[in-house]
């Protein structure tokens, strides 16, 4: 590997980092170097990498790999060892660095850091692990660290980087089984989840623990996540919306990042030659919110998806083409319906919901209160019922389609 300095080094490894959706922040503990004790926050500032967390907060984190070199061949991946690409990688001294300077500059809130695997798998988390603890033991660093671990990786190892990262993840990388063994052969489903269970036996025993003791030491506050890549393999939206409400349920993760496959250079032949829509991204992550916030079952949203192709409509969101298949459900009143209902009518987000369910405590509500509560009321009156509103002559599911599918992108699932 050529000799690169510190800022060639970072221009090649926080590129190689980019593909990496998995880094917003979320439900992490609040620490702060206000009154002049540590470095660093959990909250403000402006950075590099912008993610966002669910409750719509942007944080920055300096994100990159340790580095970009790896002794996998996987195929989806522009680091693996067949690719023909520039290689470098830091120390875990240089990260250590670069994260307290563009954290003092006020870039960054904190780091995302990621790898490939140099030498073993035990060797790179060893060197993850070391740069969470000088960072966090050497410079009483208080900002936010997720660290990608590495399931192959001893369990020991891997619990270190649980004792100093805000989160940790493991990439599940592929929704099937089949798509894992057919584009990362190296990998084994059985070790990623092994690895997901220890860790989230691991951050149940903290939460355990400090219910008892005020002093035990903290694993994981912000939990842990997984990244999916859509697009790579066969895999089904149905499919994949199956495999995240799994992977939820087993592991307790805080979020599964879904990663519209990008075509790379220099790409194996077993890849598709076009990325999917980014379209198909997004409707995958109203999909998750609507598993997570709207209390749908998994197979509900699967059962939004079409019977022949198993995907979900690209130019209308899920929500919504759960409601025109299932018209039986609707019109809901809207001051009668129990809020699990009304979270089922597009256009009704969370907050609108329960500013309606507040609000007819004390009166009957019309149309007019709803439309102050939602971005199109054109969009939200045909599936629901108001004092002064009742849609009459609605139409079947085949006629209402253009008519609330018109405009999709202002028709916002959660935009109320
Ligand atoms: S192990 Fe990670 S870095 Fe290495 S080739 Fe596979 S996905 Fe890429």
């Not at 690169?4 to 979320?26: G, H, N, P, T």
């Not at 903290?206 to 895999?235: C, H, L, N």
């Not at 499919?239 to 220099?266: E, K, Q, W």
């Not at 059962?303 to 919504?320: N, Q, R, S, V, Y």
Request: glycine share 6%; aromatic share 8%.
């Amino acid at each position: 590997m050529a000799q690169l300095d510190v800022q060639q080094k970072l221009e090649i490894l926080a590129d190689a980092a980019k593909y990496d959706a998995s880094c917003a922040s979320s439900g992490s503990v609040k620490r702060t170097s206000r009154g002049g004790k540590g470095v660093g926050s959990t909250d403000g500032g402006m950075g590099i990498c912008h993610a966002y967390a669910p409750d719509g907060r942007c944080i920055s984190l300096l994100k990159i790999l340790l580095t970009n070199s790896c002794i996998f061949d996987c195929h989806y991946c522009i680091n693996r060892k067949s690719s023909n690409v520039r290689r470098a990688r830091f120390t875990a001294q240089e990260v250590v660095q670069l994260t307290l300077a563009f954290y003092k500059r006020n870039y960054i809130e904190g780091l995302f850091l990621s790898s490939g695997i140099i030498g073993s798998s035990d060797y790179t988390m060893e060197q993850i692990v070391e740069v969470a603890r000088s960072l966090r033991e050497d410079h009483d660093f208080r900002g936010y660290i997720h660290l990608k671990t590495i399931p192959d990786a001893d369990p020991e190892i891997v619990h270190r980087a649980g004792l100093h990262a805000d989160r940790v993840s493991i990439n599940v990388e592929l929704p099937t089984a089949a798509g894992l063994t057919r584009l990362a052969p190296e990998k084994s489903g059985a070790r990623i989840e092994a690895a997901m269970g220890d860790t989230k036996t691991a951050i149940l025993d903290r939460e355990d623990a400090k219910t008892r003791y005020r002093s035990a030491p903290g694993f994981a506050p912000a939990g842990q996540s997984t990244q999916m890549i859509v697009g790579a393999d066969a895999a089904t939206d149905g499919d994949i919306v199956t495999r995240a409400a799994g992977l939820y349920d087993r592991f307790n993760l805080r979020r599964v990042y879904y990663s519209a496959f990008s075509p790379i250079p220099d790409a194996s032949a077993v890849l598709p030659l076009q990325r999917p829509p980014l379209m198909r991204e997004h409707r995958l992550y109203q999909s998750d919110w609507l598993m997570r916030f709207y209390g749908y079952a998994p197979k509900e949203v699967a059962a939004a998806t079409d019977a022949t192709t198993g995907m979900l409509p690209l130019d209308i969101d899920p929500k919504l083409a759960w409601a025109l298949k299932f018209r039986e459900t609707f019109p809901v009143d809207i001051n009668r319906a129990p809020r699990e209902l009304l979270l089922r009518v597009p256009g009704l987000g969370v907050k609108a919901v329960d500013a309606i369910v507040t609000a007819r405590r004390w009166r009957r509500l019309r149309l007019a209160d709803v439309a102050r509560l939602t971005v199109s009321v054109a969009k939200v009156r045909p599936f629901l019922i108001a004092e002064d509103w009742r849609p009459v002559a609605l139409a079947d599911a085949a006629d209402l389609r253009p008519v609330v599918a018109k405009k999709t992108d202002q028709l916002e699932l959660f935009a109320a």
